[in-house]
């Protein structure tokens, strides 16, 4: 049986830290790289992200304009992009090579060419 | 499931000839070779439809120069073949997207007094994402009625399967279990055709060529030994098994994009003066409830 008091604190805990989704992510931690990359109809910036092998990334997605998509299928990688938050996507890098990244949330005529990519170097 | 891209010849080996197989014909604008030249099968229940995909009425571009009259002329196209259709269904993106609410019911509108010149006049629309996805499909149903809906024509059961107002691309929980609802009522012999916009199956998906929840939906169709997809979206032809699923997407009717991985984009194929409606095309279907069903698909020429 828990005390009053750690009943509140485990309150508090699951209200800091809710479910992993990408846009309510904690802030990365110091052995991650963090890299900024924002959305806007139709483009990423930047829309070539290159990221070391083994080296733990946090990219932190945020939009200009509307809702976003960011997902990377070979990485098994996705985000929604919302106005006003800060989506936090983490991954360690374990294969070299050239990943597409594309928004995968309709958002107008010139949607079909949102796109990047996540290129894995030595 | 396999969801390896099959040429014809392939995919003919792989679905054998027995009921639920597909022949594959080809023709230019209903010219000889094909059934629409031919003289209408015995039986009562053969019967011939037309599938028109991805218009995108309103367009602008260099990818088609000449999109304020491919549909126009397909109109025509589709009157002179000799074997009418009973009815002819559009796979979605009848319009080109717009931000402006009064621009997508414009296009609508055109494009509804544009078909209006078909002969046949029994035409079943769907959505694509260009039509439905900014406004959750506001518009669309104004003008074309509901998203996703069924019918049975001679012996077939029909369902149209929205996977575009959603702008993720998710057919979503309430649209699935309508669907297992529908097929709860069928035999399991029972031949389906599915209507879509998107591929169901995981066709590519770097390009988003798939259906967020579209596993889902073959996972219930599954269970059914006669069942066909005729999708549209990725603008040419594809053929593919998922388990016994045939999946056919369709030719668009403003520009052709690549083959899946093809190239590094998807961007259109360029426009060809010299050809200026290469890859452009639709299909038409000879449909008999227990025989095979007859592809035959016909260039823009």
């Avoid at chain 2, 009562?44 to 009259?69: E, R």
Wanted: proline content about 7%; some cysteine; glycine content about 8%.
């Amino acid at each position: 049986m828990f005390s009053p008091g750690t009943a509140i604190a485990l309150a508090l805990l699951l209200t800091s830290f809710p479910a992993p989704a990408a846009d309510q992510a904690p802030s990365p931690s110091s052995n991650e790289r963090v890299i900024k990359v924002t959305a806007k109809r139709f483009e990423y910036s930047p829309s070539v992200i290159t990221v070391k092998l083994n080296v733990p990334v946090v990219l932190e997605l945020t939009t200009l304009d509307r809702v976003h998509g960011f997902e990377v299928p070979d990485l098994k990688l996705q985000a929604e992009i919302k106005p006003g938050e800060v989506s936090r996507v983490r991954f360690i890098p374990d294969k070299i090579g050239t990943f597409a990244f594309h928004c995968n949330i309709f958002c107008g005529s010139g949607h079909e060419d949102m796109a990047g990519q996540i290129v894995v170097t030595n | 499931m396999d969801f390896k891209s099959q040429n014809r010849r392939e995919f003919m080996q792989l679905m054998g000839m027995g009921v639920g197989g597909v022949v594959f014909a080809s023709g230019l604008g209903g010219l000889s070779g094909c059934a629409s030249s031919r003289p209408k099968p015995e039986g009562d229940d053969d019967f011939y439809f037309v599938q028109l995909s991805d218009t995108h009425w309103g367009f602008k571009g260099p990818p088609n120069p000449q999109a304020d009259v491919t549909l126009k002329n397909t109109v025509g196209l589709v009157n002179s073949l000799k074997r009418q259709p009973d009815f002819i269904v559009f796979t979605g993106d009848l319009t080109h997207t717009t931000d402006d609410d009064n621009e997508r019911r414009k296009r609508m509108a055109e494009f509804t007094q544009i078909v209006s010149g078909l002969n046949v006049k029994n035409l079943r629309f769907m959505a694509g994402e260009h039509d439905a996805a900014l406004d959750a499909g506001k518009a669309y149903q104004e003008f074309f009625g509901q998203l996703h809906y069924t019918f049975d024509h001679k012996g077939i059961h029909f369902i149209v399967l929205d996977n575009v107002s959603d702008p993720g691309a998710s057919i979503g929980e309430a649209q699935l279990s309508w669907l297992k609802s529908d097929l709860q009522k069928l035999d399991v012999e029972q031949p389906i055709i599915v209507l879509t916009h998107r591929p169901l199956f995981a066709l590519y998906p770097s390009w988003d060529w798939t259906t967020k929840d579209g596993d889902a939906a073959i996972a219930l169709l599954q269970n059914y030994r006669n069942v066909t997809v005729f999708y549209g979206h990725i603008h040419q032809e594809n053929h593919q098994m998922t388990g016994r699923i045939a999946h056919h997407s369709a030719k668009s009717l403003i520009f052709p994009l690549p083959a899946p991985g093809s190239v590094p984009k998807r961007a259109p194929v360029p426009w060809d003066p010299a050809h200026p409606n290469q890859g452009l095309g639709y299909r038409g279907v000879d449909a008999q409830p227990r025989r095979d069903l007859r592809i035959e698909e016909f260039a823009i020429g």
